[in-house]
């Protein structure tokens, strides 16, 4: 990166014992100035007769967690890595890495190049390389497989999950594992006097250095190595996401190869890997999480305490709202309407809860700890002193401003009030308040202990601090937060009402909603939009068609098939029956009589079915939801086309290793979108007209990406 040229590595003597403490802050991400820092560092250290031992530390968070992220796909700047790493481990006096906070990929690697390695016990180690569809490129499949052998070596690297300190050291990973260090010690300066002392016995001990490369107790039993590395192969990942299959032929050549083979055989893998669509789609989808939590306007504002939380309703969304925020440790109050329907929320929220045992999850006693935190009540005056409330009763306008107004009225000054509508303006419910700057949208998607995206909906009222509180609870949750401006539907439910209109039109022309919902499965997304709807409930979208009905255009088709569903009462998994059966058995059962009702439909309106082959479905569902997130764009609802694609990865299954649409769109071509856009617009115009937005982008020869900076 600019600017980081020879910085980014602190160099102190102590006894004859030379520390390189390597800052680059957020997380010391290996980039090339600070590969060339520490390049020259270690030359240098090689190079002073006085040091008799080198100690790798790291200031700050964490010992670095990686090669930079930001760099990859860019032409690689030396000194490469790899190259660093090797000249570390073939320093000519001991090396001794001291790890705290998350030691990951390029990290890690650079821990098995030095020759002894020493982590506080809250260390986190890993390779995570493969949930950004690469592998570890700077030696890491060749040096740890030496140290482990092939069956934890490729747990490691293809499931990408870290381990901690104490399995780290059973696998031969570390040499010695210190605890934490109390409140009177920083963890940096912990690690690093541990790894210091552990220099100084080395010294008294006479040890010299122990290059990785030529340890061999992971070769101890070639037999169980090959058959962990016949193992792996019987269980290939799918075809887009090869980098799995690489990292196990690199394990393999660990045994078979001289190591510098190996290397190069490793260096071959991670440059076309780096270039596939997965490894590009991934990325981006790493960066744009990252990306979606920095929000012009409320950076570096302070968000108000959160510690007991009201929850108004108890329904399919408020037991799951209920069920997170315990999970997190806050206090719930969860408020229903009558006895009953607070105990069939109570027991909603108590069945999530079982699961997670049932799963090995939860404990029996962080269960208990968390129920312990719960209250229910019939009695709104329960949430006078809650800090914030997220209102998720019946998606209803007027009862919504009803309890906004009861909630105003009993609510402490200062406490924050919350919706979480699927659609309805939120700026509308904070005008039925005394308090519209303390009101925002905090729209969570189902089931909302599951999914991980908040759409934080900032009203023109709110806050900073309050729009800042909401991004903390989504942190606090372990949430993916996306700043959303209230329009109907926000981001997500507005693209997603866009594409489904657009499936919706596919289905009355002559596609059936199971072969939509296969089409877009096959194209990687985990349910179709049709089995959504089944899981979310159908009558929340009926009743935004029918409050947008009057005034709607009469000239612009309308499908009344979700209509007549409606119409018999199926609304989806919660009734037993909706696009899909659910009631007998069977998860999600195609239904004859929705195909007839479809038919009816069709005949109804004198319409023809045609074939609809799956890459017409696909085509048109993108350009649908790209269509209508460039119109969001251009109206600031969404700040950026990055947040859109968080939001249609988290909250509607786009598959993550595309990236989310906007990005699809830029990999396809913008061209190409535009002449779909326009021959489709000629029979439809309301939905296909091309937002103005692309054309200028087509115009100026610019793509989303670039305006994801802002
Ligand atoms: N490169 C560049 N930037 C990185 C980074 C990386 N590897 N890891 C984190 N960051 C940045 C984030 O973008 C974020 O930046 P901003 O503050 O500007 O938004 C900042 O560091 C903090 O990150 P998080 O918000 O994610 O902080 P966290 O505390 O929630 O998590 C973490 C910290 C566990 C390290 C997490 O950031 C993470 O998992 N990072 C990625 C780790 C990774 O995948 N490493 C492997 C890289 S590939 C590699 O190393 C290949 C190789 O073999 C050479
Ligand atoms: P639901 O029908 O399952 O639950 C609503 C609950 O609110 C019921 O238990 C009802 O008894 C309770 N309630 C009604 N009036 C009340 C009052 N005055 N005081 C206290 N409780 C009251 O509905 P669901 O699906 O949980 O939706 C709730 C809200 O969340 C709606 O606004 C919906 O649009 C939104 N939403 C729904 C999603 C979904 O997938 N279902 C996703 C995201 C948001």
Redo the contacts with the bound molecule.
């Keep these: 990166m600019a600017g980081d040229e020879g910085q980014g590595v602190r160099v102190e003597d102590e006894d004859g014992i030379r520390i390189l403490e390597i800052d680059r802050p ?2 010391n ?3 090339h100035g600070l590969r060339a820092a520490l390049a020259a560092a270690v030359a240098a250290a090689a190079a002073s007769p006085g040091v008799r031992a080198l100690v790798i530390a790291a200031a700050g ?2 010992f670095p ?8 796909g860019r032409p690689p700047q030396p000194p490469l ?2 190259e660093v790493l090797c000249a570390i481990e073939s320093f000519p006096r001991p090396v001794v890495a001291a790890l705290h ?2 030691a ?4 890690l ?1 650079l821990a098995l190049a030095a020759h002894y390695r020493v982590a506080l016990a809250t260390t ?1 180690l890993g ?3 493969v ?2 569809g ?5 030696g ?1 499949t060749q040096r740890t497989p030496r140290i482990t052998g092939a069956a934890a070596a490729l747990r490691l690297m293809r499931t990408g999950q870290p381990v901690g300190a104490a399995e780290a050291e059973a696998l031969g990973l570390l040499d010695l594992v210190v605890p934490a260090p109390g409140p009177g010690e920083s963890p940096t300066a912990a690690a690093r006097r541990a790894g210091t002392a552990f220099a100084r016995g080395i010294l008294a001990e006479g040890l010299g250095p122990r290059p990785t490369r030529e340890r061999r107790e992971g070769f101890a039993d070639p037999a169980a190595y090959a058959e962990a590395v016949r193992a792996a192969r019987a269980d290939p990942p799918p075809a887009h996401l090869p980098a799995a299959g690489r990292i196990t032929d690199c394990v393999e050549a660990a045994l078979l190869l001289p190591f510098e083979a190996g290397l190069a055989l490793e260096r071959a893998g ?1 440059e076309d890997l780096v270039a596939t669509e997965a490894a590009q789609g991934l990325r981006h989808a ?2 744009s ?3 979606a ?2 929000v012009p306007g409320i950076e570096g504002v302070a968000p108000r305490t959160l510690e007991v939380l009201g929850v108004v309703g108890g329904g399919l969304m408020g037991a799951g709202i209920a069920a997170a925020l315990l999970s997190a440790g806050l206090g719930v109050v969860l408020l229903e309407r009558d006895g009953e329907a607070l105990d069939r929320g109570l027991a909603r929220v108590a069945e999530i809860k079982e699961r997670a045992v049932a799963r090995g999850r939860l404990t029996e006693a962080a269960r208990a700890a968390e129920w312990s935190r719960l209250i229910g009540t019939t009695d709104m005056e329960a949430l006078a002193g809650v800090d914030l409330a997220i209102e998720a009763v019946f998606e209803d306008f007027d009862l919504k401003a009803r309890v906004f107004r009861d909630l105003d009225r009993i609510m402490r000054p200062g406490a924050v009030i919350a919706t979480n509508t699927s659609y309805l303006d939120v700026d509308a419910l904070a005008a039925a308040t005394g308090r519209p700057a303390d009101i925002l949208g905090l729209h969570f998607f189902s089931p909302a202990h599951v999914m991980r995206l908040l759409e934080v909906v900032v009203g023109r009222a709110t806050a900073p601090a309050v729009a800042a509180t909401g991004f903390a609870l989504a942190r606090r949750l372990g949430k993916v937060a996306v700043r959303a401006g209230v329009t109907d539907g926000f981001i997500g439910n507005r693209i997603l009402a866009t594409w489904r209109t657009a499936m919706d039109f596919l289905v009355e022309d002559g596609a059936s909603p199971y072969a939509v919902d296969a089409a877009l499965r096959d194209f990687g997304f985990s349910l179709g939009p049709y089995a959504v709807a089944d899981l979310a409930g159908l009558e929340i979208a009926w009743a935004r068609r029918q409050r947008l009905a009057s005034a709607r255009d009469p000239s612009h088709r309308t499908v009344a098939i979700a209509d007549r569903l409606c119409e018999r009462g199926w609304f989806g998994q919660k009734t037993g029956r909706g696009w899909y059966r659910h009631d007998q058995g069977r998860r999600g059962a195609e239904d004859p009589e929705v195909l007839a009702l479809i038919a009816e439909e069709r005949a109804r309106k004198g319409i023809l079915p045609r074939a609809v082959d799956p890459a017409e479905i696909v085509a048109r569902a993108l350009a649908a939801m790209v269509n209508e997130g460039a119109r969001i764009l251009a109206e600031g609802i969404a700040l950026r086309p990055s947040d859109i694609d968080v939001v249609m990865v988290h909250g509607y299954g786009y598959p993550r290793w595309r990236g989310g649409p906007m990005r699809t769109a830029d990999h396809g071509g913008l061209l190409a979108l535009r002449r779909n856009l326009l021959a489709w617009a000629a029979d439809e115009p309301e939905l296909w007209t091309p937002a103005p937005l692309i054309l200028d982008l087509v115009k100026n020869g610019r793509d989303f990406a670039s305006l994801d900076a802002g």
């Design positions: 957020p997380v991400a290996l980039g968070r964490s967690a990686g090669a930079d992220i930001r760099e990859f890595l790899t906070g998350t990951l990929g390029g990290g690697e986190r390779f995570p390389e949930t950004l690469i592998l570890p490129g700077a890491g991670s790493f960066l999480e990252r990306r939590a920095h």
